[in-house]
């Protein structure tokens, strides 16, 4: 779907030539005289709503909002060198993905504790609160972009995060695995975890060459679950994660004969656990891939991820297939996702169909159907919602 945007852009000129911008970082910067330097402001925001009508395991009842705000300042240099900052916040009526810390799951205890999850968050305390709204920092970066490498400083992704793939989606808020919020309560697929959740991070990223790229990022400590998931209670066990690498690769080509488009990423994380109950836990990481196919109006994407919870190697796996259709002013999707967590021995299969559309200049509606299925303990619970998603793009 279209992403509609204002855009102040303020030149500053030492002369009395203009040059246009460089519109895609993968291409050379034109030619411009050495006296040339402009500085670009943005801002975006995207307000949406989303109602779900059905069986659900959430104590709290929708509607859910949320509020993204983004800004970025870019200034180019003589050089033909561009550095700047980009900013991020979140608001968020409530804490969203509901299925990835909720009570009613069994876990692991010591000494009558719960442990969670150092990647999912997951465990087995019955006392965690399912309705608190979040304010939520998600970038606030400095960025130096040369003709060869874009380093990156401050609150931002990981190298996995800044190479995975983005497909095109029927909503915004509401997906099959990895959405902004679960109005189910059941849900535990998530192919877009990170453990370098709201981390102060440093990264270095190559230009694309030939279609490929390759990140690296460092984080010196993170809040494990800070944003993908519930934080655990003041009751359950968990360690503190320092030392966050990342590596990671992306691919993005189109053939200029027959104009589909392949993008796919690869990227790994590892961090080691720190704090007073480091010695219950193993060093966590994960492994994540996706592929995304466009041919046309049609768009085919894959995503699985796999890691450790960091507890006795227990493990989680995710995997997601998504279809999306765009025609006009309407995207139709379909979606399907799984969820398995070794550490409270549960997992989930979740479905999502749906359409959305453009209403007038800024506005979204979509309407969609989702249902998943949570095995937990060895007893089935089933969620089966109709949901309307509204949004403003600004």
């Known amino acids: 779907m279209t992403c509609f945007r204002k855009a102040l852009i303020l030149g500053v000129f030492s002369g ?20 040339l330097s402009e500085t670009r402001f943005e801002f975006e925001a995207d307000v949406d709503l989303v109602v779900g009508v059905g069986e659900s395991a959430v104590r709290k009842d929708s509607p859910y909002a949320d509020l993204t705000l983004r800004g970025s300042s870019e200034t180019l240099t003589e050089q ?4 700047g900052i980009e ?7 409530s804490d969203g993905r509901r299925g990835l810390a909720r009570s009613g799951l069994t876990g692991p205890r010591v000494n009558g504790r719960p ?17 608190s709204a979040r304010f939520i920092a998600e970038q606030a970066q400095l960025y130096l972009q040369t003709r060869w490498v874009k380093l990156r400083a401050g609150l931002g992704e990981s190298a996995a995060k800044l190479e995975a793939s983005e497909p095109l989606h029927a909503f915004r808020l509401t997906r099959a695995q990895g959405g902004v919020f679960d109005l189910s309560g059941l849900n535990l697929a998530d192919t877009s975890l990170t453990l370098a959740d709201a981390a102060p991070t440093v990264s270095v990223q190559t230009q694309r060459l030939v279609g490929l790229r390759m990140s690296a990022s460092f984080a010196p400590d993170s809040d494990p679950c800070a944003q993908g998931c519930h934080p655990a209670g003041p009751e359950v066990l968990r360690a503190d994660l320092g030392s966050i690498w990342s590596l990671a690769a992306s691919f993005d080509r189109r053939s200029p004969s027959t104009g589909v488009r392949w993008s796919a990423s690869l990227g790994y ?20 891939a996706d ?23 227990a493990e989680y796996d995710s995997f997601g297939f998504g279809l999306a259709y765009e025609q006009g002013d309407w995207v139709y ?11 409270v021995g549960a997992e989930s299969v979740s479905a999502l169909i749906g359409a959305s559309r453009l209403v007038g200049a800024n506005g979204l509606l979509g309407v969609g159907l989702m249902t998943v299925r949570e095995r937990a303990n060895g007893a089935d619970r089933d969620s089966v919602q109709v949901l309307v998603e509204t949004g403003l793009r600004f």
Not at 87 to 93: D, N, Y
Not at 115 to 131: E, H, P, Q, R, Y
Not at 298 to 312: A, I, N, R, V
């Open 16 to 35: 009395g030539l203009v040059a246009a911008p460089t519109s895609a970082w993968s291409q050379d910067a034109p030619a411009r005289s050495s006296f």
């Open 333 to 343: 999707g379909a979606e399907l996702g799984y969820g398995r967590s070794e550490l």
């Open 115 to 131: 442990i969670a999850g150092l990647l999912t968050g997951l465990s087995g305390d019955a006392g965690l609160d399912d309705a």
């Open 80 to 83: 033909a060198w561009r550095y």
């Open 269 to 288: 994380e590892s961090a080691q656990a720190e704090g007073p109950a480091a010695s219950l836990f193993d060093d966590p990481w994960l492994l994540r």
């Open 291 to 313: 592929l995304v196919r466009e041919a046309g109006d049609l768009t085919l994407s894959l995503s699985g991820l796999t890691g450790s919870d960091g507890y006795l190697d």
């Open 87 to 93: 900013l991020e916040v979140l608001l968020s009526s």
